[in-house]
């Protein structure tokens, strides 16, 4: 199955693609029971906690604990265990994801989440967020391409973080009409199985 989306000036990319298999949503709902190797293949991996915390540090700065209380929140791939949401208020966050097991161990956990594909979501939904943190997949730009779109779904005055790879820095220099836009320091061999480099992108909406 494959997903369009053109936003932001970006051109057309073909965003979800497994071995040209349009069965791929099917494969992603039986990752843990016989396909362990998607998520490897599209380059997704689950966020340790220091980049957790350095993400979410850095999106809140320079706002008060007051504020951040009446902020809402989105997670674009939130996983099941683990990972950026579990920084967030369980009250005031949004988590999308698209494996079913994944969201029946995050409602378990007490989080409002959608199952739903995020490039589905985002194209259609119309709710706006304070705060949006992500670890996109990398695969085939995949990590610019989700962010630009989750970019979109900021309230005016709103806030985003990425995980990108550092190889993706360049790409971002597009939005700057619409956003202030810092990068932290790079990080290697923050995630297993992989040495990619990363960097967090941050983007703050500049209306």
Known sequence: MYYNINVAGT???NLITFNGNSNYLALVEHEYIGFENVGTYMQQYYTNEKLSKLAYEIMTESYSEK???SFSYLEPSCGGIGGLIECLP???TTGVDISKI???LRKE???????????????KTKD?????IMNPPFRNNQAYNHTVLASRLLKENGVLTSIIPS????????LDTDFEITYSKEFGKEFDETNIKV?????KKKW
Do not use: A
Not at 128 to 132: A, F, H
Not at 167 to 174: A, V
Not at 199 to 203: F, P, Y
């Open 90 to 92: 369980k009250n005031k």
């Open 67 to 69: 504020e951040l209380e």
């Open 11 to 13: 051109k057309p990319t």
């Open 167 to 174: 190889c993706n820095k360049d790409f971002f220099s597009e």
């Open 102 to 104: 994944n969201i029946s």
């Open 199 to 203: 960097v967090i992108v941050k983007l």
């Open 128 to 132: 706006r967020y304070n705060m949006i």
């Open 109 to 123: 956990q007490g989080f409002n989440v959608i199952n739903e594909d995020f490039i589905n979501y985002g194209v």
